[in-house]
């Protein structure tokens, strides 16, 4: 049972432009959401993350927002670069463990 | 300062064989763990240790896979036997051990075809 989900498999946006990559969570245990950015060959490296207590995260271009009560996550990128190009991964713990649940990523194609 | 390294990086194999990998974290960092990657999802934890007691492996296959941390530093993961649902990328990852709040760092992984 995937408990935390990424319905966009992926997406392309234009150099400069916002992305918005979506999640969303079943488990209302989860307080504290992370986004991790994977490059191809290479393993996932954290980026952001945003406790349950807060709804929002800023960290230069890259922005998390958290909606608790329906249960969604997004991160914002502003503006694109080509550099972000990868696979984003949402993922999920509660505060009981070290366990993180993944989603299934989405894969960002920023077009020059 | 080294990340966590894992080897081989590939393995091919023909079901039924064996196959082990090998992570060495971040030097300090206490919580080791595995991951299983299958194409187009999410890294599944298979097992985390804690130094060297496994304090998770609920989801870990043990009829067949079967992990060590001796010293609590290097760790190996082994399959015995493969089969062909086995075929994923297999990630490495550590993180101090301070809390649920860890970031977790991610070696390159494994990627294992089973013929």
């Known amino acids: 049972d995937q408990q935390v989900k990424q319905n966009s498999p992926s997406l392309s946006v234009q150099e400069g432009r916002i992305s918005i990559l979506n999640c969303d969570y079943t488990n209302s245990m989860f307080d504290y959401f992370l986004w991790y950015k994977k490059y191809p060959a290479e393993g996932p490296t954290f980026l952001i993350s945003?406790?349950?207590?807060?709804d929002k995260n800023e960290d230069g271009r890259f922005t998390v927002f958290l909606n608790k009560s329906a249960k969604h996550l997004s991160l914002h990128i502003v503006p694109s670069q080509p550099g972000d190009s990868a696979v984003y991964f949402c993922?999920?713990?509660?505060?009981?463990?070290?366990?993180?649940?993944f989603g299934t990523g989405t894969s960002l194609t920023v077009i020059p | 300062e080294a990340g966590v390294v894992q080897s081989p990086r590939y393995k091919i194999i023909e079901k039924k064989q064996p196959v082990a990998f090998w992570c060495n974290p971040i030097s300090g960092h206490n919580t080791l763990y595995w991951y299983r990657q299958n194409l187009g999802q999410g890294p599944e934890l298979l097992i985390r240790y804690e130094n060297e007691e496994a304090v998770d492996d609920s989801q870990l296959p043990k009829d067949r896979f079967s992990a060590e941390r001796l010293k609590g530093v290097d760790s190996t993961l082994k399959i015995q036997p493969a089969e062909l649902g086995d075929s994923a990328v297999y990630l490495c990852?550590?993180?101090?051990?301070?809390?649920?709040?860890?970031?977790?760092?991610f070696g390159p992984g494994t990627r294992l075809t089973v013929l």
């Open positions: 945003i406790s349950s207590i807060k």
């Open positions: 993922a999920a713990s509660s505060g009981t463990g070290n366990q993180f649940y």
């Open positions: 990852a550590s993180s101090l051990g301070e809390g649920a709040r860890d970031e977790q760092f």
